[in-house]
């Protein structure tokens, strides 16, 4: 009986470990990929801006160039 719970307990701790480190390796990519993911929301979110920056600019300044 005790040989049993002995097994028992070692098969608990390694199916632990195994999902444990299984776990963290798995948080470590989606970490990964969040970082990434927000580094690219974050160039888009520049290139909008200055997207809409440079259309207020065109609209706000007089065109002093064209022919009438």
């Keep these: 009986m005790?040989?049993?719970?002995?097994v028992l307990g070692i098969l608990t701790m390694c199916t632990i470990m195994f999902v444990s480190i299984w776990g963290f390796i798995i948080m470590?990519?989606?970490l990964s990929q969040l970082k990434y993911r927000n580094y690219l929301v974050e160039k888009l979110t520049q290139y909008m801006y200055f997207l809409t920056k440079?259309?207020?600019g065109s609209l706000t300044k007089?065109?002093?160039n064209?022919?009438?």
Excluded at 2 to 6: G, P, T, V
């Design 54 to 56: 440079k259309d207020d």
């Design 28 to 30: 470590k990519q989606m």
């Design 62 to 64: 007089p065109d002093n």
């Design 66 to 68: 064209k022919k009438e």
């Design 2 to 6: 005790i040989l049993a719970l002995e």
